[in-house]
Structure formats: C-alpha cells, structure tokens
C-alpha cells in the first residue's frame, strides 16, 4: 500500500480509500491510484479492503423469482447502487418452500453479508427471527414487510387508477383478472389491487358481479385462459383490468383469436409497463421498477451508515394511454 | 459442533459435512444435523463452512445485462446449480466501458471468489489477464469465448434453421433484421446469425440484396423501426428474419400498424422463444435458456472437483412453428 500511495503521490489513507472504492474521492485520484496499483499489480487483501461502515463488504438480495422482468428490472437497480458503494452482491433465489427454509436456516449461521434486501415477497415470523439472528439491516424493495423499511408502489393507488380510467372512459362492466403467485398466495399485491377494483365500483354506484372476476396464478397464459373465461359468460365485461401487463397480454392473445378487435370491442388495461406494453400498445399504469431498485439500495446504505432509517418510501405510479383502451361502443 | 454432532447422534465429521451442504450426505441425517444446530443457534463460522473444494464458497458471475430476458434466465439456472451446490454467486452486472474497465481492475485484486462464469459477452485480450492473475477456473455461459470451456447454441445453426424455414415456404425475398448490442460490437452471436442468412440465400441461388439487411440496437423499438425501413423499399420483402424475438415483436408492431396481415402478408421469424413469442403467436427458434445456466453450473463444478474440463458444450436449437409464417401470396 505505501508503494502505491507513493507512486501515486498520495497519502495512505487516501490510497486505501481509493482502492476501496470509498465517496469522498475525486475521480482523478482514484484513476491515479488505481493506475499505480495496477503498475504493481497490487493485490487488496479481502481483509484490509473492508468497509469502515460494514463487516464484510457483501449485501445479501433475496428474490422469489429472478428471470420475471420485475424482478431481474429492480435487482439490476439495486446492484448498480450497491456496486457503485463498493458493496458486493450476493443472490439468492428462493423459488419455492423448500428453497425458503433452506435459505433463512442457514443463512444466519453464515454471517457473510452486512445486509439483506428483500425482493417482492412476504417474510413470514419464523423467518423474522432467523434474520433478527444476524443483527444486520434488513431492507424490502418491491413490496412492503411489517417493520422492515421498503420501497415499493402503492397497490391499492395503482389499482384504483387503472379502474377510475375505464370508469371515466364510461364503462359500466369491468372485469378483472387477479393474478396470485402460487407461492405467496397471501402477499399484499394481490389484496391491494383486488380492494381497488372493489371500492372504485362501489363508489361508482355499480354492482359487484362475482362472474367478472377470475383469479388465476400469475403469468401471460394464465392471462389467456382467463379471457376466455370472462368472453364464455352471457354478459361479458366491456374492459378488463388485469393486475399485471403479463397477464394483460395474455388476454390480448385470447381476444384476437377470437376475431374481437381492441379497444373497439373490449378495452385492456394492466399494471407495469412492461417493456412489451409499449409495443403491443397496451394501456397500462406504470410503476418505475429500476427506480425501486436504486432507492433500496440508498435506503440500505444510509442504513449502513448509522442515519436513521425511515418506515418507507412509497413510488408514484401513473397511467400511460396507449391504444387498447376507449369508451365502450353505444 | 461437538454439541451438534452429540445432539443430532453422528459424528463431528458428518455433522460438518451437514452444515456445508456437502452432497454426500443423506437427506435424513442432514435435517437432523440442521435441527440440532437450529435448536443450538449454533452459528457457522465463515472459516470453518469453507468447502473442500474451493477457499471462499462464491462463484462471481459477470453479466452485461441483468434486466432482458436471456440474461435474466440463464443466471436463474446458474444461480440455481450452484446454490444446491453449496456455493454463493457474487453478481456483477458490467453494462458499459466504464463498468467493465472497473471490474476486471478490481475483481482480480480481491481474491474472494473460487471461480467465475462470463455470461454472454466476449473478453478483451486485456481482460483475460487479469482474469488469468486470479489463478480460478473461468466458464462462460451464453457465449463462446475463446479459450474458456463454454455453454451455448450454435448461432449459425440456429440462424440456419430460420432462413431456412421461410426458404422451405418459398419466400424468395427474405429480409433480415441484424440487431447488434452497442456495447459489444464484436460478439460473435451477430456475426453467426448474420453468416447463416447469407449463406442460405447463397446456397439457394438467391441474390444478396444489401436493401434487405437493416442492422439496429438490440430492442424491440429498435425492429420496429428497421421494419418501417424495409417497408419504404420499392419492393420489400415477403418474410423477415430477425435476430431475436423482441426485435421480431417490433418488427410485428409495425406491420400491424401498416394496416399489415401477418402472415398473410408478410412472415415473421425471431431467434429464442422468449415467453412473449408464445403470446404473439410468434414462429421462432427455441434455445434452452436456463438449461444454458445450469449446464454452465455443472460444467464449474466439475473443473472445481478437478475432473478435466472439455473445451465446450453446444446446447441445440429447433424450430417452433406458429402462426407467423406460411407461404407468400401468389
């Protein structure tokens, strides 16, 4: 270390903060450091390139999913923040109940990161108390979780907005397509963007119809087959609200097998703005899932670096009007 | 440990392997070894859960992109085989110059992993020494890259397959929609795809029309626009190849605003089976995406229990015919 301070002409401490990626120094500095370091092929032993702030320099993320847009969007996020702190990421992908049990019984007894984060799913008591175990800072992106602080969208404000635009457009039977993920039947998406649908026909005046809602597990098939459910009732609605642009798709598929034409015989709407909303023109509430991402990862390291820690950050989500939505034909 | 091995009544030497997630351990005893350590709170320490093969347990897996589809999934399977391996996966996303240029200065200095696995991007000659400083075991998933054992499809054989599909239906005139990722020029993916639709119009007797080559920025926007450009021809084609299916879901935005029947009017074909290609009805070539990361998985953990390594494995391709393509009007 002496001999890069030297030869880059800077003090020691300022070479370590350097090579340890720390805020505080001018990039001209760094990039003269790393040059010298790179000259003698320095080698920064894991010890002494820890962070003042942490312990071992690693954050653990946790995702119930990784290869589903929203989830891999916000993880890469998150990653740019962290990585861009100097801290490392390691995933885990906790797929199913045997995956989560694994997961939360062994990681406290690894202590190797100085942090976790979250991902879009619930954390049950019993897993409460395996993290609680490891003493570090816990962070929920994507959804929120009791006690933890989160960033995440509003799900009852981004449903009532995709329901109060098919209501201004004049619908008067709007059907939804609820998606649940097999696996957290009981995480608050679902209820929140199932209450939006409820009270915004209530406050509209209009009946709550048991037929025009199918609940079905989350994804564009799904999505297809609970079209054609919707499409075999005498009555069917005039648009859909579905809770995810997946799923939405999903339902395109069916109406155009089905030789109906969008908006014009049925209105669209889904919750996202998936990257393929916009080019199958979909009409969708977006959510700024990359942002949720980055603002985990600035809530974490103000954590790490002792400020307080808010209860949370909710994300604003807006309607986007693109070509599958219109007033229902008189 | 001594407690635990007492407790769960094996012997030291199986209740360590149990706790490391070593695979030869029966599943039973395994559960009995993690209850009586649960029931301990006995904690692991980072020292003593190293694994025999390895010195820090992680793998670093280096991705261009985290948030598109391919990436996304493949690192699912990765991440998949080598966490029921009993190995951590460290995530590096390097998205620009500057990223990668950090990266490869940094990671080498860090000596904190046992291996790394390069996803689906190439490796500057520089690049490689430093890589080579480490002293680990290299794999790249997704991509060829020279020197490295690898995992992945051939692209001129799944570039084959495509044109070959509209030259079986008699289009005699097949564009191409060449997408390039800014940021990686030179991969050979391009070059591979773009190879075979020269050669099959060749073998065909068929003449090289440079009009009909439109070479965009990987994206879905990116294939709408080239389909506008070969819409503009004089004469344009009767089908197009893309070299992805979320160019080719662009591509398809745009004939359908043309007013455009598909395929009636014009065939579309796309390279991948992305989840949206099923949803738009999309003809494409599959490859297996995850089983790419999980046989990338398999091949690591071979060359870190020492067993020689090949030089690489090609996983196939095939053709999925939907309703995108049929023969050109008469």
């Known amino acids: 270390m002496a001999d890069v301070a030297r030869r880059a002409g800077v003090s020691m401490a300022t070479a370590s ?6 805020p505080h120094v001018a990039s001209q ?3 003269r450091v790393l040059a010298a370091a790179e000259q003698l092929s320095y080698v920064i032993s894991p010890e002494a390139s820890r962070l003042a702030g942490g312990v071992t320099g690693r954050v653990a993320v946790v995702v119930p999913h990784i290869a589903r847009w929203f989830f891999a969007t916000l993880l890469e996020g998150l990653e740019w923040v962290l990585r861009d702190a100097g801290l490392d990421v390691l995933l885990y992908h906790v797929g199913d109940a045997t995956d989560r049990r694994d997961f939360f019984q062994r990681l406290p007894a690894r202590r190797k990161v100085d942090a976790v984060v979250v991902v879009g799913m619930p954390i049950r008591d019993e897993e409460r108390d395996r993290l609680e ?6 962070v929920a992106a994507g959804g929120q979780v009791e006690n933890y ?60 119809d048991p037929d025009l809602v199918v609940t079905v597990p989350w994804g564009g098939l799904s999505g297809a087959d609970a ?33 109906l034409r969008i908006p014009e015989d049925m209105s669209v709407i889904g919750i996202d703005d998936h990257p393929m909303a916009e080019l199958a023109d979909l009409t969708t509430i977006a959510q700024p899932v990359h942002d949720q ?8 390291l103000s954590l790490l670096a002792g400020e307080p820690g808010g209860g949370g950050v909710t994300v604003p989500t807006h309607l986007v009007v693109r070509g599958s939505t219109a007033p229902p034909r008189v």
């Open 293 to 300: 991402g980055r603002l985990a990862g600035r809530l974490l």
């Open 17 to 22: 903060r350097a090579l340890s990626n720390h």
């Open 227 to 259: 079209m054609s459910r919707l499409l075999s009732l005498r009555d069917p609605p005039t648009a859909v609200y579905a809770h995810s642009d997946e799923v939405a798709l999903g339902a395109i598929r069916t109406l155009r097998r089905a030789g």
């Open 29 to 31: 500095t760094r990039a």
């Open 133 to 138: 175990l490891m003493g570090v800072h816990i």
């Open 149 to 208: 602080p989160y960033v995440a969208i509003d799900d009852l404000s981004a449903g009532r907005q995709a329901v109060d635009h098919l209501l201004f457009l004049r619908h008067r039977r709007i059907g939804m397509i609820a998606a649940v993920d097999p696996a957290e039947p009981g995480w608050p998406a679902t209820p929140g963007r199932t209450l939006a649908y409820t009270a915004a026909l209530a406050e509209a005046g209009l009946p709550a």
